[in-house]
């Protein structure tokens, strides 16, 4: 058994977090907080550069064909990195399902552009309240067109494409939904940003009006392509709440270590090393689940679904609970704009909800089980 | 990333899988596999008489210990041959409950600090389940602050004489030999003047007294020691250098991989599976589904936790601190599933026969038991601690007698 990262890939971690502490200090994620700008383009451009943007792109499409754990290990660290860029959007979503159903002029034409920088991509599936459901899809398609409202989209307002999810039936079997992918910055298009819990991730509105579309993948097929994309996606944004949950830890870890009260380090008081014990705790579980899902994405095992929707319950409580307590254990000092808590935790708590809620997980996973248990 | 063998490690499974399709007791399999928690039911045996019998059977095929060398009744394995023997033993691993102290925790210390003589003389016979070995370390007014224990050995000639009390002691009613750590100077700070021996538990002055559970069993006992006499050659390390000798025994239980842990999960979605509410099986009830679903995931975590460290032993890496939280977390979860469990079966949840309704009584069995899960081996307090300070690297606890003699400690009605 070698349940754990390949020495190249520990090093790849290193390089990427060298290089984020670098290239995106809390001053960069605090240029985008402050809405200066949407997101940190430099820093766009920098992940590009260093190939982290196609890292799980093969190399016909542009990318540098290395592979899905590689992926996990940079998607760790721009978790702890908070960093604000369409990163998820783009290389966990949009690349995801044109790599699981584009056909070769789609890949040809926007996995060299992703990889590059030069396209931000996104999925609009969402339509306002509810989680991912065939029948949360009202947004039509017909004769090549779409109409209707997709929101919150992430990072939808930055974005070049969309991979939209679209109703083409109404039998109400999941064949009713099909995929389509559509230029942003085309005709019948209309994007009005949001505000929202993490503004150092945008979320826009985005209307389609008689938008002219191509399909992505065959007709019917969508629930069952997003489906996996979703798997796909809970995996590495696991790895991205589990780098957030850390860099809570130690920060909680470090001040209690600084801050002086009652004559003591406050990290010398029971109350505050258990609460910190405790979010070490919820940490490890999230990790070890997350390594799980890790080597089931990797080797595309019969055993994702299950593992993808345990890292992604396991992680979404890590990263709210070590946000949560980082607060409480920098007292007032917490409650500032200034001090970088708020940023975890709204972070935290808007990845909670971006690929369904905790709910709706936790519903996956036992559906998952029994179907495992069945067989 | 992968879960699979090495060649070296396939050819072990392989070996030991035939030996245990040829040898094990597998009329006791299916009331092994239904016994959960450390909770043995067997109808017509008792645990330790057919534990010995699978003890001696594993000794005599050179199963037993087996990460232990060869002259000492061992097999010379690796830390990841135990694990993949463990995980092969699978349930029949449930008989071997009255031989992990021993093994555990007081083989090693024998292993390391005995003599030549010492090590060949007892271990053998500890690996083949003939002497069960016991702890005697906790005290009534020493658990968790194990270090402030009263029980004196003072030195007469070439041996020692105690007089004391132990308690919390599981298994001495069926031990044959203990683990004791005694205060041999009391003049020094508390930590300095400990001594660690082992004796013959059937030595005169030992009284054994069974104590009544909580939850009805009798599992632990209190002992009793009056001028009962050691040999000097039955002493464990340096005479004061008995804190440091017992580091290395709770050392040793904590490295015990925790992959037998129960976490109550497995029994609780069979119970959510079958149990009808008046909407329909509880498994389809969003509340019960939230919940199991995040214990299901929590009990993965551990599990994958734990092949982690599996993988830093293959590697000949020492495994790292997160292994300390498998008793914490399943501990909570436990008591958790047990009263939510109890709670889904309603006004037949408070019985506690063997009725069908509430699958056997097993939760609320799970309910009386589970507080010792938080108890025993280090409390969840002690474990966060441990956590804190050695993990996280937060400041130890102020402690007002660590430099004080202990016969100057202020104490309570001692
Ligand atoms: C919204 C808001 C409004 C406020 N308004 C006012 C106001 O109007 N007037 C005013 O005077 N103050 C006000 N305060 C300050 C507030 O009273 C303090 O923030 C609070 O007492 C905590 O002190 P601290 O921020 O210095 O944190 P610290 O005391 O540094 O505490 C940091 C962490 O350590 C823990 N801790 C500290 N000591 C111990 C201990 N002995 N045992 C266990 N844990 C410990 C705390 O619980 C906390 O988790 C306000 C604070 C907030 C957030
Ligand atoms: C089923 C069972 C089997 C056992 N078997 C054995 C055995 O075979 N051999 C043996 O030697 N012992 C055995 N024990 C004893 C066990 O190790 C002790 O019960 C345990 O260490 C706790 O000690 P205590 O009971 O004296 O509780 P105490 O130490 O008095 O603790 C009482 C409470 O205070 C808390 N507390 C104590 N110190 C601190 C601190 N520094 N910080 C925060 N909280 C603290 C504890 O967490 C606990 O909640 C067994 C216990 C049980 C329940």
């Known amino acids: ?375 | 990333m992968n879960f699979d063998d090495t060649p070296q490690e396939a050819a072990f499974r392989e070996t030991a899988r035939r030996w245990i399709e040829a040898n094990a007791p597998r009329e006791l399999h299916a009331e092994l596999s239904k016994s959960s928690l450390g909770r043995i039911r067997l109808a017509n045996h008792d645990i330790v008489d057919v534990g010995k019998a699978w003890q001696k059977k594993k000794f005599e095929g050179n199963w037993a210990c087996l990460h232990w060398p060869r002259e000492y009744g061992g097999r010379g394995a690796t830390p990841i041959e135990k694990v993949i023997w463990q995980q092969e033993e699978g349930v029949y691993g449930k008989l071997t409950q009255p031989f992990q102290i021993g093994e555990g925790m007081c083989g090693p210390t024998v292993m390391a600090f005995g003599s030549e003589e010492a090590k060949r003389r007892y271990l053998p016979k500890l690996a083949s389940g003939e002497e069960i070995w016991c702890q005697l370390f906790s005290e009534p007014s020493a658990g968790s602050d194990v270090a402030g224990l009263r029980t004196r050995a003072e030195k007469k000639g070439d041996n020692w004489v105690v007089n004391g009390q132990k308690i919390w002691t599981s298994g001495a009613h069926y031990s044959d030999y203990g683990l004791l750590i005694a205060r041999t100077d009391p003049n020094v700070p508390k930590h300095k003047g400990l001594t660690m021996f082992f004796l013959d538990m059937k030595s005169p002055g030992v009284e054994v007294r069974p104590i009544k559970q909580a939850n009805g069993m009798q599992e632990f006992n209190e002992v009793y020691f009056t001028d009962v006499v050691i040999p000097d050659s039955q002493r464990l390390g340096a005479v004061g250098d008995g804190w440091n000798v017992s580091l290395t025994t709770l050392m040793n239980e904590r490295m015990s991989i925790g992959a037998r842990l129960a976490t109550g999960v497995p029994e609780m979605f069979e119970l959510c599976s079958n149990l009808m509410l008046e909407d329909g099986p509880a498994i389809d009830d969003p509340a019960v589904r939230s919940k199991l679903a995040s214990w299901a995931a929590k009990s993965s975590g551990l599990k994958y936790t734990s092949y982690r460290t599996i993988s830093a032993l293959s590697k000949g890496e020492r495994p790292g601190p997160e292994n300390s939280i498998g008793k914490l977390v399943s501990g909570m979860m436990l008591q958790d599933i047990a009263t939510y469990a109890m709670d889904l079966q309603g006004a037949a949840g408070v019985l506690t026969g063997n009725d069908e309704e509430t699958a056997q009584g097993q939760f609320q069995q799970m309910l009386l038991s589970s507080p010792s899960m938080r108890i025993a081996g280090g409390t969840d307090e002690i474990l966060r601690n441990i956590i804190a300070e050695r993990v996280l690297g937060l400041p130890g606890d102020i402690r007002v007698d660590k430099d004080v003699p202990y016969n100057k400690i202020p104490t309570k009605g001692r």
């Open chain 1, 1 to 375: 058994m070698n349940f754990d990262f390949s020495d190249d890939q520990k090093q790849l971690r290193d390089q990427a977090r060298k290089f984020l502490a670098e290239k995106c200090p809390p001053k960069a994620v605090r240029v985008v907080l402050d809405g200066k700008t949407p997101y940190d383009k430099e820093l766009w451009k920098g992940l590009a550069e260093m190939g982290f943007l196609g890292v799980a792109i093969p190399e016909e499409f542009g990318g540098a064909g290395a592979g899905h754990l590689e992926l996990c290990v940079i998607a760790e660290e721009m978790g702890r990195a908070n960093a604000p860029v369409p990163f998820s959007s783009t290389v966990y979503l949009a690349a995801e399902a044109l790599l699981i159903a584009g056909s070769d002029a789609q890949k040809k034409k926007w996995l060299p552009a992703i990889a590059s920088g030069e396209a931000i991509g996104t999925l609009a599936l969402f339509e306002g309240k509810g989680n991912p459901s065939p029948k949360n899809v009202k947004l039509t398609a017909a004769n090549g067109v779409l109409n209707g409202v997709k929101k919150p989209v992430a990072d939808g307002a930055i974005a070049d494409f969309a991979v939209v999810a679209a109703r083409t039936g109404s039998s109400g079997r999941d064949s009713d939904i099909s995929l389509f992918l559509v230029e942003l910055r085309a005709g019948g298009v209309e994007v009005k940003s949001l505000t929202n819990l993490d503004p150092t991730r945008g979320q826009a509105e985005i209307a389609f009006k008689d938008c002219k579309a191509e399909p992505l993948g065959a007709a019917g097929e969508g629930w069952s392509i997003l489906t996996q994309v979703l798997d796909r996606a809970a995996v590495l944004c696991a790895f991205e709440q589990v780098g957030g949950a850390d860099r809570a830890l130690e920060m909680g870890r470090d001040y209690a270590l600084d801050r002086i009260a009652f004559g003591r380090p406050i990290g010398s008081f029971q109350a505050v090393k258990h609460m910190l014990a405790d979010m070490y705790v919820s940490a490890t579980l999230a990790r070890s689940n997350s390594y799980y899902g890790a080597w089931a994405l990797s080797t595309n095992a019969a055993e994702l679904p299950e593992a993808a929707a345990a890292a992604r319950i396991s992680a979404t409580q890590a990263f709210q609970h070590c946000a949560k307590n980082n607060i409480q254990v920098h007292g007032g000092m917490g409650f500032t704009w200034e001090f970088d808590c708020h940023i975890y935790y709204r972070r935290a708590n808007a990845m909670a909800l971006g690929l369904g809620s905790l709910s709706y997980w936790e519903d996956q996973l036992i559906d998952r089980m029994r179907k495992k248990n069945a067989a």
